[in-house]
């Protein structure tokens, strides 16, 4: 059976993300849904969109969430 | 480290996020890992120069995707003439061989379609021609943003006789990133 459209979208979409975009470091290997890729052996720290996502949220949400911390 | 696909359609929602707030964005691809910040400014300042001049090619533009999936399935072992089982699997892969050629053309030729049909507002487009069985066409389109709305729809009314088109995007530019 042929995928719907929704699942070409995601068949082409997946594609890009794993196959294209520029390649900044090629060092390491994961695994992407069980498929053996490159070896890693590295932590993540990237807060630039963190804060963006941050500005994003409505600030009624933000001080929502505040005052329930 | 395990990541799933929600990992990658995570990173999509982010480096989206990301396209829609600047003029020009280079995603990078699923996953990129760096230890630290420090890291990751290291290696963006050692290729500054190379990424500034792709910034430059995508600025102002998107990227959309057209599928192209036959209707039409092609018959793996075609039905030949032949007496012999060794001439029946010669002609067999003759045909079959052929009718795949006959098939990538035709595939070139919608391909060409949809770029003519684009028209000015394209700026690169990127084929893979007869990827699967089913699939006849996958076309990657740089395209201006303010027109990627209205290409869309124009190529979503695209017919050809033997495949149907699908159009995904807009998107960030995956395709012309790197």
């Given at each position: 059976m042929l995928p719907t459209d929704e699942e070409f979208t995601l068949l082409e979409l997946t594609d890009r993300l794993l196959n294209r975009g520029v390649v900044l470091a090629g060092e390491a290997v994961i695994s992407v849904a069980g498929v053996d890729l490159i070896y890693l052996g590295l932590n993540v720290v990237l807060t630039a969109v963190e804060n963006l996502r941050t500005r994003r949220e409505p600030a009624a949400l933000r001080n929502h969430d505040a005052a329930e911390d | 480290m395990q990541l799933s696909k929600a990992d990658a359609l995570r990173h999509h929602a982010d480096v989206t996020l990301v396209f829609e707030t600047v003029e020009a964005c280079l995603p990078a691809r699923f996953p990129t890992l760096f230890a630290d910040e420090a890291s990751l400014g290291a290696e963006l300042e050692r290729r500054g120069r190379e990424l500034a001049t792709a910034l430059d090619a995508v600025r102002g533009a998107c990227e959309l995707g057209v599928t192209a999936v036959w209707t039409n399935p092609e018959i793996a072992s075609p039905e030949v003439d032949a007496a012999a089982p060794g001439m029946r699997y010669m002609l067999q892969r003759q045909a079959a061989i052929g009718g795949s050629e006959r098939r990538r053309l035709r595939a070139v030729e919608v391909a060409e379609a949809l770029e003519r049909e684009a028209g000015s507002g394209l700026r690169r487009a990127r084929r893979r021609v007869c990827?699967?069985?089913?699939?006849?066409l996958s076309l990657a389109l740089l395209v201006e943003r303010q027109a990627a709305a209205e290409l869309k729809q124009k190529l979503e009314r695209q017919t050809q006789r033997d495949v149907r088109i699908l159009v995904h995007g807009p998107w960030p530019p995956y395709t012309f990133a790197g």
């Open positions: - | 990827p699967s069985t089913e699939v006849a």
